[in-house]
């Protein structure tokens, strides 16, 4: 019944490391995002797709690469991971801006909690 | 650079008073403005939101008052109710595709 869900929902990881988080919505949406919420709380976009195209890279660096195989899934891999990218990383959805429908929400999913160590 | 802005990290209130949150932006092109209420270990829930062409949106308890020439938007929850404690995030967008947050305030309702 979850409309947007993560996993994993904790993660912990030497630094080095990759690993990946993925995301689903089941609510027909066809823009996706990433957002990082950080020690300081702060909750900032890192990536949106439409359709399985990239609309929006917020100067992210490279190891961080998001896939999304369709527009129910977006996925977020995380190369050579370091200990500033431990956070909190939120997938959210919503129809694209100009769909009627739009009420220009974002649905979000749960977080993952990614540990660096 | 963060564009908007909510000064106050933390507001403690007494259940059945009125909370009050703010919330500034920088960003002259914003035109859709919302609140988010967050949980914690949970995403972030939508709670109202407000068009720049309005200057006030009501939903039961809950307002939003926009005042576009001071670049100002208030939540007012009233009355206050345990399960109102949470944090809450002011959002605004511009009619592209993201939404940017401001930094959140924890609100505490206290019995």
């Known amino acids: 019944d979850t409309a947007v869900s993560q996993t994993p929902k904790y993660l912990v990881t030497q630094m080095g490391n990759d690993k990946s988080i993925k995301c689903e919505q089941n609510?027909?949406?066809?823009?996706m995002y990433w957002y990082k919420q950080d020690s300081k709380k702060f909750l900032k976009i890192m990536f949106s797709?439409?359709?399985?195209?990239?609309?929006i890279n917020e100067t992210v660096p490279n190891r961080f690469s998001p896939k999304s195989p369709d527009k129910a899934h977006l996925n977020l891999h995380i190369n050579s991971l370091e200990l500033g990218d431990s956070a909190v990383y939120f997938c959210a959805s919503r129809l694209i801006w100009g769909n009627p429908a739009n009420t220009g929400e974002l649905f979000f999913g749960e977080g993952s909690r990614l540990t660096v160590l | 650079d963060q564009q908007v802005k909510q000064n106050s990290p933390s507001l403690s209130v007494q259940e059945g008073r009125i909370s009050i949150l703010n919330c500034d932006y920088t960003n002259s092109m914003f035109d859709y403005f919302l609140w988010y209420k967050k949980y914690p270990a949970e995403g972030p829930t939508f709670l109202i939101s407000i068009s720049s062409i309005k200057d006030k949106n009501e939903d039961g308890r809950f307002t939003v008052f926009l005042n576009k020439s001071a670049k100002h938007l208030s939540l007012h929850i009233v009355p206050s109710q345990p399960g109102d404690s949470a944090v809450y995030f002011c959002a605004a967008s511009s009619g592209d595709y993201k939404l940017s947050f401001g930094a959140g305030t924890t609100v505490t309702v206290r019995a």
């Open positions: 797709y439409n359709n399985k195209e990239l609309i």
């Open positions: 609510l027909g949406h066809d823009t």
